[in-house]
Nanobody, 117 residues
Framework: QVQLVESGGGLVQAGGSLRLSCAAS????????MGWFRQPPGREREYVAV????????YYADSVKGRFTISIDNVKNIVYLQMNSLKPEDTAMYYC??????????WGQGTQVTVSS
């Protein structure tokens, strides 16, 4: 199973920016895709963005399009989420996820993002 370690969360004012990072290691299978989900307080986990391992295909939830950018360093197996124009409703625990070639999906422990108004 892939081990995923997230970093970069924190407290930021509305309109500010943060960059999340997630480093993947430990799998004997190749990574097909990496992405980010988030879980706001009291709500279900929701999809944010995903990228193919090459970075050639990226997809975003409507709520973050135009504000968030996902990218990947496929040599180091690190995925980034650049978050700009942050809003209080972006407050959530953000989780990194990776899917490998045998179909298995792994999750990180999460990093907290809090946006104050």
């Amino acid at each position: 199973q892939v081990q995923l370690v997230e970093s970069g969360g924190g407290l930021v004012q509305a309109g500010g920016s943060l960059r999340l990072s997630c480093a993947a290691s430990g799998s004997s299978f190749s990574i097909n895709a990496m992405g980010w989900f988030r879980q706001p307080p009291g709500r279900e986990r929701e999809y944010v963005a995903v990228t193919s391992s090459s970075g050639g295909s990226t997809y975003y939830a409507d709520s973050v399009k135009g504000r968030f950018t996902i990218s990947i360093d496929n040599v180091k197996n690190i995925v980034y989420l650049q978050m700009n124009s942050l809003k209080p409703e972006d407050t959530a625990m953000y989780y990194c996820t990776a899917t490998v070639s045998n179909g298995e999906r792994s999750w990180g422990q999460g990093t907290q993002v809090t946006v104050s108004s």
